[in-house]
């Protein structure tokens, strides 16, 4: 479902642009309707799918206007009781210019950084034109960019790096002959000339796993490994065992000591694909290696040095996810030391005529592409990029290979694998139920990890003999909690996943109190009594009511 966000900045400047909210990952999407200095326009046709979510978020309905629309009196903007809290509305209006008229006075001279989030549900026909019109000067605003990018100085910069034997074998590698690709080249062997981590941005299916082993292989790691990582399939509490490696018996498993990802790629280069789906936690231990050069294996009090050249990837909006923090900003600017932006399929049309070609050479030597049939691939969009124009062609030579490959065996394809979603409405609305569910047992798990906790303690709060005066009994008893206050630290590691912020920060105080405490066990056991019903047992109640009353009450 597209939105059209109008959101203000820094010295009343202001910005519009269109997204999609079905692409926000869990927890984006509350960070963003919820952020202050932020206007949502959506389609009235997606109020019933998205308002139960607008409620979750505490966004007070208002009563839509019935005479003219003056929105600044309409939002209750000038009713100070309303002052601090997200509103939502629905307009009607007869025209877009009839709602320029009216919006554009109040979000540019009332609208304010500090103005509270608003959803308003405009018409439908009214909402489709204002989506066309923003995306249509955003595109004159691109080809604008991309003109001033390629001014006199960078195009002879471009001649003089492309006359370097390093970027005259690249052609072979990294396709095409469109200034894009000339300058996508260009970079790599700048990249590949420096030892410093780089960032490849890009959508899926560009070529960023190429770039980065281009990058290795023309640089002076090329004799050590290149090592490929995707972080998004390495598991939660597995991520310390997979890039630190670990000690014999470190854990229950742990039947063979096992050298980790860092030590593997030592000498060489470490590419971290898909980085921005870390988790805060892991985001940490890896911004440490990077920036020490030093790791630990896990169940070792033995530093190593590292030697490891990085490159990540990401196909999210990395700088959005820092501005939500659900990425640290220390480790964006750590990795993004040397940035390259790798440009989708739909903006080198010029290099689809190679690119399909080099491929289908790969796949099929009887029938030749034809000039019709690649006039025919330039004018798709390809949204999944050149792996996807590899996966149409190799599936039009498998079904259809006793035929040349043409539009019609493009078209039937699609058909065959029912590629486009016949509901985008069910899928978003089957989308936020997902959400509100993930939100529910992220709490519901964090209650279940205090609760745990309690029990543990019970001995200690009851002044056992047994366990106050044994020291493994204590050693037993901060580990469990050690482990699970790791636990909650993941669970917890970003106030998106909270509808009530307040709830969160109780939470991580909760931990970081009892960690505290936990530091100081083994002096003074036998005041844990005292020091939990003075210290813990409010906050305790006061979070266990709290979760409670979100994730079972009725309301």
Request: glycine fraction near 4%.
């Amino acid at each position: 479902m597209k939105a059209i966000l109008n959101q203000k900045a820094e010295k009343n400047q202001a910005r519009t642009t269109v997204i999609e909210l079905d692409n926000l990952c869990d927890g984006e999407l509350h960070g963003l309707v919820s952020k202050k200095g932020i206007i949502l326009l959506l389609a009235q046709s997606s109020a019933e799918t998205f308002i139960p979510l607008l409620e979750e978020y505490h966004f007070e309905a208002l009563n839509p206007p019935s005479k003219k629309i003056e929105l600044f009196r309409s939002l209750k903007f000038a009713n100070h009781s309303f002052s601090e809290l997200p509103r939502r509305i629905h307009l009607q209006y007869g025209s877009i210019g009839a709602f320029k008229r009216s919006f554009l006075p109040f979000f540019n001279n009332r609208y304010t950084l500090n103005s509270p989030a608003c959803v308003l549900f405009i018409p439908d026909s009214i909402h489709l034109g204002l989506v066309e019109e923003t995306a249509k000067k955003r595109s004159k605003k691109d080809n604008t960019e991309k003109l001033s990018e390629f001014d006199p100085y960078l195009r002879s910069w471009l001649c003089e790096v492309s006359k370097e034997p390093i970027v005259l074998g690249l052609n072979d590698a990294y396709l095409g002959e469109s200034n894009s690709a000339m300058l996508t080249r260009a970079l790599i062997f700048k990249a590949s000339q420096v030892d410093s981590p780089v960032m490849l941005l890009g959508e899926s299916g560009t070529g960023k796993t190429l770039i980065a082993k281009l990058i290795h292989e023309n640089s002076s790691r090329k004799k050590g490994a290149f090592v490929v990582i995707n972080c998004s399939a390495i598991p939660e509490t597995l991520f310390e065992s997979e890039m630190f490696g670990h000690t014999k018996w470190a854990f229950s498993d742990a039947r063979v000591e096992k050298p980790g990802i860092f030590e593997i790629a030592d000498k060489g280069t470490l590419f971290l694909d898909e980085v921005g789906d870390l988790s805060l936690v892991n985001q940490a231990k890896l911004l440490l290696a990077c920036e020490s050069k030093e790791y630990r294996r896990v169940g070792s009090i033995t530093t190593k040095k590292s030697d490891v050249r990085i490159i990540a990837a990401t196909n999210s909006n990395i700088q959005m996810r820092v501005q939500l923090k659900s990425f640290r900003k220390d480790l964006f600017f750590r990795l993004n030391n040397f940035q390259i932006v790798v440009p989708p399929l739909r903006e080198r049309h010029e290099d689809i005529r190679i690119i399909a070609n080099a491929i289908w050479s790969r796949i099929d030597k009887q029938f030749p592409l034809s000039d019709e049939f690649l006039a025919y691939l330039k004018k798709e969009t390809w949204p999944g990029n050149v792996r996807e124009l590899q996966m149409v062609l190799e599936n039009i030579n498998a079904i259809f290979g006793n035929r040349p490959p043409s539009r019609e065996g493009v078209e039937c394809l699609h058909k065959l694998r029912n590629d486009f979603d016949k509901s985008p409405q069910l899928e978003l609305e089957n989308n936020l139920n997902k959400l509100r569910d993930h939100y529910k047992d992220r709490l519901a798990q964090s209650i279940h990890i205090i609760r745990g906790i309690r029990v543990k303690f019970r001995p200690l709060i009851n002044n056992d003999p047994s366990v106050i005066r044994n020291p493994q009994e204590l050693k037993k008893i901060r580990s469990f909690v050690d482990l699970q206050n790791a636990k909650l630290d993941e669970l917890c590691r970003d106030p998106l996943y909270f509808k009530d912020p307040a709830l969160y920060d109780r939470i991580r105080c909760f931990r970081y109190d009892l960690d505290l405490a936990l530091k100081n066990l083994p002096q003074n056991p036998e005041n844990f009594h005292e020091l939990w019903y003075r210290d813990f047992q409010d906050a305790y109640d006061e979070i266990f009511k709290k979760i409670f009353k979100l994730v079972w009450s009725q309301n």
